[in-house]
């Protein structure tokens, strides 16, 4: 079938069997919540960007926020996605308040989602080049 024709039929496209459940949280598009962002993530955060530039990026992005249960030493359990690349953490106590506004919607084990920002990632003239951070529009707690 042609990817016109597959996308105006009348059949139904199938569902994966195992639904994500996802919470979207909205928050008051103030961007305040910093992520944990170190150097592994820088490469993730530049393949979603581009290459460093001269003023940096300001990049609007949807994050997906995922709990980690595999290490209970893990400080950080809530990993974040962009594009389906690891891009940080919440820091714990963020993670909490995020953890509690699932509980408060019923929905513990559900992934969240945000909109998210991408900033940094400047490149100077004697080619210095700055990290990109990512920050979080998530409801206050």
């Known amino acids: ?4 024709t597959n996308l105006f039929s009348l059949k139904m496209q199938e569902k994966p069997a195992s639904k994500k459940e996802v919470v979207v949280l909205i928050g008051s598009a103030k961007f305040d919540i910093e992520a ?5 993530h820088q490469a993730a955060l530049e393949a979603i960007c581009g290459p460093h530039k001269s ?3 300001n990049r609007f ?3 997906l926020l995922i709990f980690e249960q ?5 400080k950080n359990p809530v990993r974040l996605e962009i594009r389906g690349k690891a891009v940080g953490y919440l820091n714990a106590e963020d993670a909490i308040t995020y953890r509690m506004q699932l509980m408060a919607n019923g929905k513990p084990k559900a992934t969240g989602q945000c909109q998210a920002v991408i900033r940094g990632g400047w490149l100077s003239s ?8 990512v920050w979080l529009d998530l409801p206050s707690g």
């Open 1 to 4: 079938m042609s990817l016109f």
């Open 36 to 40: 944990a962002v170190d150097e592994r």
């Open 55 to 57: 003023r940096g990026v």
């Open 61 to 63: 992005e949807t994050a």
């Open 70 to 74: 595999k290490d209970p030493e893990n």
């Open 126 to 133: 004697d080619g210095r080049k700055g990290p990109f951070e």
